[in-house]
């Protein structure tokens, strides 16, 4: 069972509301990852960290921001939301050691009105 | 854009039936992974496989790998109502630094 998590689990917000999808990890792992994905389609990859301190933009162009101040923490921000946000946002991460899989947490619904 | 293109897009079969998907990529990888989703939740991993590897099984299934059609399909053998799910494939490119990569799925439902 992967010890990854992520709060909340669902979120219903207004247009313009900043919000913090929370991401956290107990495995030690360097690397994380934000996915988006819609219902019933791809994931994508809109941001990624190689330890702390380290973050970088993925091929989805994203409005969000995130930060990795601690290894098991990254949490990705809102600044102010849009209904074109609401989507489902993925967390994961993966360890150093070559060859090894990703772990996902359950997922944040999001929901912007 | 994407590197992984599963096909097919959704595939329906009864319980005890064998299912197969396949997955296409385009550059050279270090290793291609399988995923399965329950609708709403997180992606749950499967199995991996490297790139000198041609073929893998861990119970029920099986995957193969042929790097010089840059392809792999899944096989889930005797399904089960339970394996309904969306199922993605993931590259892990050679490049040092990149993340995998997911294509856009299977969703298989498996009916009893």
């Known amino acids: 069972e992967a010890d990854i998590y992520q709060t909340p689990r669902y979120l219903v917000i207004g247009t313009g509301k900043k919000i913090t999808l929370e991401c956290s990890q107990t495995m030690g792992h360097d690397k994380m990852y934000w996915y988006q994905q819609d219902p019933g389609m791809e994931l994508h990859l809109i941001h990624y960290?190689?330890?702390?301190?380290?973050?970088e933009k993925g091929d989805l162009s994203s409005e969000s921001t995130v930060s990795r101040i601690r290894t098991e923490h990254f949490p990705l921000t809102l600044e102010s939301a849009r209904p074109s946000h609401t989507s489902q946002y993925l967390c994961?991460?993966?360890?150093?050691?070559?060859?090894?899989?990703?772990?996902f947490g359950q997922g944040t619904r999001l929901t912007v009105v | 854009s994407q590197q992984g293109e599963e096909d097919p897009q959704a595939l329906s079969i009864q319980e005890g039936e064998n299912a197969t998907m396949n997955c296409s990529y385009k550059t050279s990888i270090n290793n291609l992974q399988w995923y399965r989703q329950n609708s709403g939740r997180g992606l749950v991993h499967l199995i991996l496989?490297?790139?000198?590897?041609r073929e893998k099984h861990s119970g029920r299934l099986r995957v193969t790998l042929d790097t010089s059609k840059k392809s792999s399909s899944l096989l889930i053998t005797a399904s089960r109502a339970a394996d309904t799910a969306s199922y993605f494939c993931a590259t892990k490119p050679n490049q040092a630094g990149t993340a995998l990569i997911f294509g856009k799925g299977t969703t298989l439902s498996v009916s009893s």
């Open positions: 994961a991460s993966v360890g150093t050691v070559k060859n090894t899989e990703a772990f």
């Open positions: 960290s190689y330890g702390v301190n380290s973050t």
């Open positions: 496989i490297r790139s000198n590897e």
